[in-house]
């Protein structure tokens, strides 16, 4: 028998190395190609979503957050342990192809890489083998002892599976090299670890060197087939589909996903929303695909964090298991459980859609847009939905505002104030979109004035669009009423296309995003400013100038839909830090980790029942021990002075003020 020759040169069982690796190659890769074609035939069935556009932002998103897993450390431990195994099983790829190739080629050795770059290469990817080892064996044992909270629910035994095979590619490749370098086939090659792997072999004979290189080539060859084909059969699909998620990744965060890509008009539609899984798009089944169980989302979920029966995680999955039996890889199709019970109204209704979830996921995934589809369904085609919310419905359909005072009241809010209405062809710079909440709500209304003050004082040139402003229809979108959205969004662009109007300041966040990523869709292109950004720009070019001392310690409240929508998290805070004498105090959680004040989503207009998100948030704050409390919203505003007056975390109180009521102080 001939030593130091590769395993496919011999005869197993009567059959020749090479037919028998072909054999096996062949038969894996048909299977592998078979399941991917019927998960492919699952993404082909979605419904449209045009997603290739901004190609040079996609491609840079693609290296941060794909290849560089940008997301990944905001877990250090979990995070560091992913980017090892991420590059070490890409190096390790290229290895087994390889392998695959050496094996299949007749005669020499194939060699994919070669010469000085085959030397670097084999001296890396035998660091890396050993780096991605130990990360594999560490994430085994944080699973099964440290057992972190957010994993409750995901597949272990897959995970394990997984874990377990890589861990096996690392080591068989460890042997088949260390035992090659022991029968003199690598020669001449820097291989630190396989090199020390064949110093623990110099007591095998010859023979058992090369049943060892032979059952460890097999071995390799055999379990990087078998991993292949559980990707796409398991939650590690991700690994393939995952790229390509980061990728195709919604490019305007704060806008939600029409009803459909491809017919507009909603009068066309015979359905309206998402009630079972033919109407998911192909980019919804591609999240699907890419999940990876982290539950990353759910513990960053305000809903779920005080107790409400609402986990991201849990909706992705289920919607995926209800994709994948109604669309099995093999046998009938399972349409006995409904999507709508995969997923149930409690679950829909607990949202605040505050975008944390979307914020967390390593992977991109989109969840508010399909809670939204689900709500749509509910609230248009089955009449389901909290009772609490057609009151509200009704006053934005016939009033024009959600708490039904009327537009003849639209301007009490002034007062005194000289502030003039916009009229056609008037020669103003900004338009101040007052919005609902300063026009009704009395404690806002005050915000409303000190903003309009401030403009005045800094020499600003605007007026508001007077009775004609009509609700920005934020609450109706997100809480599933998209026609009551469309009507009140077409009213309101419609006048200030006729107007005419180039600038917009809105000091509700919900409005901003509205108006400045939602209604472009419907022919609204103006450039809209939030208060805070607009504010800190006259104070940076000196129209406002803050000069008196206000000694306080201030936090700032992140508003979801000012910084995780709009990234929007600096100006607020610069606004502070220029006050001479403001020191500021940051809660716990913070910017783009910043906890819900509980009122998006329709909270605004929905019973809590248990714990309050508001009261949460409000004890977080106050343990930062802040004498004031700043926000840029007037729904975060109404939650926090609640949720300060009632949370028993501590007894300290610190009073809640808008930005524009501190820079008042301030001048
Ligand atoms: S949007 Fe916020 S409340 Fe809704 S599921 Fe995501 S994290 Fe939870
Ligand atoms: S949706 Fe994203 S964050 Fe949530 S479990 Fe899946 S991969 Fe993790």
């Given at each position: 028998m001939k030593y130091g020759v590769h395993p496919k040169s011999f005869v197993y069982f009567g059959i020749p190395g090479e037919v028998l690796a072909g054999g096996i190659i062949a038969l894996s890769a048909a299977i592998f190609l078979f399941i991917c074609f019927r998960r492919f035939q699952l993404l082909r069935q979605g419904l449209s979503d045009p997603r290739m556009d901004s190609v040079v932002d996609r491609l840079k998103g693609l290296i941060t957050d794909g290849f560089l897993q940008k997301?990944?450390?905001r877990y250090p431990v979990a995070g560091i342990l992913h980017i090892v195994i991420f590059w070490g099983?890409?190096?390790?790829?290229?290895?087994?192809?390889?392998?695959?190739?050496?094996?299949?080629?007749?005669?020499?050795?194939?060699?994919?890489?070669?010469?000085?770059?085959?030397?670097?290469?084999?001296?890396?990817?035998?660091?890396?083998?050993?780096?991605?080892?130990?990360?594999?064996?560490?994430?085994?044992?944080?699973?099964?002892?440290?057992?972190?909270?957010?994993?409750?629910?995901?597949?272990?035994?897959?995970?394990?599976?997984?874990?377990?095979?890589?861990?096996?590619?690392?080591?068989?490749?460890?042997?088949?090299?260390?035992?090659?370098?022991?029968?003199?086939?690598?020669?001449?090659?820097?291989?630190?670890?396989?090199?020390?792997?064949?110093?623990?072999l110099t007591d095998i004979s010859k023979p058992g060197l090369q049943s060892l290189h032979n059952a460890a080539f097999w071995l390799h060859l055999i379990s990087f087939l078998l991993l292949l084909n559980l990707l796409p059969l398991s939650k590690h699909f991700h690994i393939i589909t995952a790229l390509p998620n980061v990728f195709f990744r919604k490019q305007i965060r704060g806008e939600l996903k029409p009803p459909r890509w491809d017919i507009q008009d909603l009068d066309e539609l015979d359905r309206v929303g998402v009630s079972s899984v033919s109407d998911f798009t192909w980019k919804n089944m591609l999240d699907f695909f890419s999940c990876t169980e982290c539950g990353r989302c759910t513990d960053h979920c305000p809903a779920n964090a005080v107790g409400r029966n609402l986990s991201p995680k849990k909706i992705t999955m289920a919607l995926r298991d209800q994709a994948y039996k109604e669309n099995p890889i093999l046998g009938d199709s399972d349409h006995n459980q409904k999507l709508t019970d995969a997923v149930t109204s409690e679950e829909l209704w607990a949202c605040t859609t505050c975008g944390s979830c979307e914020e967390q996921c390593p992977v991109f995934i989109e969840h508010v847009d399909k809670i939204i589809d689900m709500r749509r369904d509910r609230v248009m085609m089955k009449n389901d939905f909290p009772p609490e919310l057609i009151q509200m419905f009704r006053n934005i359909e016939i009033f024009g505002d959600p708490w039904g005072n009327g537009m003849a009241r639209r301007k009490e809010w002034i007062e005194n104030l000289e502030i003039n209405?916009?009229?056609?062809?008037?020669?103003?710079?900004?338009?101040?979109?007052?919005?609902?909440?300063?026009?009704?709500?009395?404690?806002?209304?005050?915000?409303?004035?000190?903003?309009?003050?401030?403009?005045?004082k800094a020499g600003v040139n605007?007026?508001?669009?007077?009775?004609?402003?009509?609700?920005?229809?934020?609450?109706?979108?997100?809480?599933g009423n998209e026609y009551l959205f469309q009507a009140m969004a077409k009213e309101n662009i419609t006048l200030l296309n006729r107007l005419g109007v180039k600038k917009i300041v809105v000091s509700c966040p919900h409005g901003y995003n509205t108006l400045k990523n939602e209604y472009p869709r419907f022919g609204g292109k103006f450039?809209?400013?939030?208060?805070?950004?607009?504010?800190?720009?006259?104070?940076?070019a000196g129209s406002l100038k803050l000069s008196k001392t206000v000694n306080k310690k201030i936090a700032y409240h992140d508003s979801c839909y000012l910084g995780r929508y709009n990234g929007e998290y600096e100006a607020p805070r610069r606004i502070l830090e220029s006050i001479p004498g403001v020191t500021l105090v940051e809660?716990?959680?913070?910017?783009?980790?910043?906890?819900?004040?509980?009122?998006?989503?329709?909270?605004?207009?929905?019973?809590?029942?248990?714990?309050?998100?508001?009261?949460?948030?409000?004890?977080?704050?106050?343990?930062?021990?802040?004498?004031?409390?700043?926000?840029?919203?007037?729904?975060?505003?109404?939650?926090?002075?609640?949720?300060?007056?009632?949370?028993?975390?501590?007894?300290?109180?610190?009073?809640?003020?808008?930005?524009?009521?501190?820079i008042e102080k301030a001048l």
């Open positions: 997301r990944q450390p099983f890409l190096i390790l790829s290229l290895r087994s192809i390889q392998l695959l190739a050496e094996s299949l080629s007749s005669g020499k050795d194939f060699i994919i890489l070669s010469g000085i770059s085959g030397d670097i290469y084999g001296f890396l990817k035998d660091l890396a083998e050993l780096a991605t080892l130990a990360a594999c064996i560490f994430a085994i044992y944080r699973r099964a002892v440290v057992q972190p909270k957010r994993f409750q629910g995901s597949r272990q035994f897959e995970a394990y599976l997984v874990l377990g095979l890589i861990s096996f590619l690392m080591i068989t490749d460890l042997l088949f090299n260390g035992s090659g370098i022991s029968l003199g086939i690598y020669k001449g090659q820097v291989q630190p670890i396989s090199s020390m792997v064949s110093v623990l209405d916009v009229g056609q062809g008037d020669a103003v710079d900004i338009v101040y979109w007052v919005g609902c909440s300063g026009a009704f709500d009395s404690r806002y209304a005050g915000v409303a004035r000190s903003l309009a003050g401030l403009m005045k605007f007026g508001t669009l007077g009775k004609l402003e009509r609700c920005c229809g934020d609450f109706a979108r997100r809480t450039e809209v400013v939030h208060h805070s950004r607009f504010l800190w720009e006259l104070i940076e809660a716990d959680r913070n910017r783009e980790k910043g906890f819900c004040c509980g009122a998006g989503g329709g909270y605004m207009w929905l019973v809590e029942t248990g714990q309050r998100v508001n009261e949460t948030r409000a004890g977080e704050i106050a343990a930062a021990g802040p004498d004031q409390v700043a926000t840029a919203c007037p729904f975060c505003l109404t939650m926090l002075d609640e949720g300060m007056a009632a949370h028993e975390q501590s007894e300290y109180k610190p009073e809640v003020l808008d930005l524009t009521e501190i």
